[in-house]
T-cell receptor, first 108, second 113 residues
Framework: KQEVTQIPAALSVPEGENLVLNCSFTDSAIYNLQWFRQDPGKGLTSLLLIQSSQREQTSGRLNASLDKSSGRSTLYIAASQPGDSATYLCAVISDMRFGAGTRLTVKP | GAGVSQTPSNKVTEKGKYVELRCDPISGHTALYWYRQSLGQGPEFLIY????????DSGLPNDRFFAVRPEGSVSTLKIQRTERGDSAVYLC???????????FGSGTRLTVV
């Protein structure tokens, strides 16, 4: 059974810092992986979808990479802003499994 | 529709009652997923539909939970004899095809008192 882990569970950084969020999975035979953002009391907003044939995807200040052989994906956020404060979740779509998320706080 | 719609947004019910939660996916999306999310945790998979059929219902916690998608679009999650432990946010997502990216609805917050 696929297990998805996100470390750290919470992260606090000053505004302007570049940061990396980690997602690891136990079964490397995945088809695709998706990163989401969730604001308190809200639903999940898709950020980036990486297909298994891709190594990375970029959208604005966000870059997600996928290394199937090592069972890892990372979400890089450049020049963080207070508006980036939210919980970030990764999901192995082909296995329908989510991590527990990393709660990010960006301090002004 | 333009997005995934879930109704109601909030539901408070008494222990032992029956509830139905509705999900209206994006038009043309063949895959539909139900998840449950408790506070501070990631979404927990419940059931996946491809078209009208339940392709994977391995996440349903027990036989009090049931879901249907009779015409391959709208889906209803049904919970019988609700328990306080069923309180959570129930999320629905749709995808244009299996393995395609998810689009989520805003969820239904179920509270069993």
């Amino acid at each position: 059974k696929q297990e998805v882990t996100q470390i750290p569970a919470a992260l606090s950084v000053p505004e302007g810092e570049n940061l990396v969020l980690n997602c690891s999975f136990t079964d490397s035979a995945i088809y695709n992986l998706q990163w989401f953002r969730q604001d308190p009391g809200k639903g999940l907003t898709s950020l980036l979808l990486i297909q298994s044939s891709q190594r990375e995807q970029t959208s604005g200040r966000l870059n997600a990479s996928l290394d199937k052989s090592s069972g890892r994906s990372t979400l890089y956020i450049a020049a963080s802003q207070p508006g980036d404060s939210a919980t970030y979740l990764c999901a192995v779509i082909s296995d329908m499994r989510f991590g527990a998320g990393t709660r990010l706080t960006v301090k002004p | 529709g333009a997005g995934v719609s879930q109704t109601p947004s909030n539901k408070v019910t008494e222990k032992g009652k029956y509830v139905e939660l509705r999900c209206d996916p994006i038009s043309g999306h063949t895959a539909l997923y139900w998840y449950r999310q408790s506070l501070g945790q990631g979404p927990e998979f419940l059931i996946y539909f491809q078209g009208t059929g339940a392709a994977d219902d391995s996440g349903l916690p027990n036989d009090r939970f049931f879901a249907v998608r009779p015409e391959g679009s709208v889906s209803t999650l049904k919970i019988q004899r609700t328990e306080r432990g069923d309180s959570a946010v129930y999320l629905c997502a749709s995808s244009p095809d299996p393995g395609g990216g998810y689009t989520f609805g805003s969820g239904t917050r179920l509270t069993v008192v």
